[in-house]
């Protein structure tokens, strides 16, 4: 079983940043990659990023657009995602996710967070 909890959202203003964080808990094999996505109001839930926890290679999708980062620090069993330059499209409900790889992508994902709220206002 794994435990994902995220935090860090808010509501901010445009231009601004904020870093997200999971803590996970529990299977180590089925956190092997850990990965974010984005599920604005009406619209499928699309993958950010993912990372590895064993050898911490990164995977951005083609929606990251340069201003998202993720990032991991092992000894706490969390991993980060960074927004910057925050704009009203960002909006939306940030989901952490763990899986044993390709966890940017939907099909591979085996666990979900509950989510955590980024509100952005121009």
């Known amino acids: 079983q794994v435990q994902l909890v995220e935090s860090g959202g808010g509501s901010v203003q445009a231009g601004g940043s904020l870093r997200l964080s999971c803590a996970a808990s529990?299977?180590?094999?089925?956190?092997?990659?850990m990965g974010w996505f984005r599920q604005e109001p009406g619209k499928e839930r699309e993958g950010i990023a993912s990372?590895?926890?064993?050898?911490?290679?990164?995977e951005y999708t083609d929606g990251a657009n340069g201003r998202f980062t993720i990032s991991q620090d092992n000894s706490k069993s969390t991993a980060y995602l960074q927004i910057s330059d925050l704009k009203p499209e960002d909006t939306g409900m940030y989901y952490c996710a763990s899986g044993r790889r390709k966890c940017y992508m939907k099909n591979y994902v085996l666990n979900w967070g509950q989510g955590t709220q980024v509100t952005v206002s121009s």
């Open positions: 990372i590895s926890t064993t050898d911490g290679s990164i």
């Open positions: 529990g299977d180590d094999w089925q956190m092997k990659c």
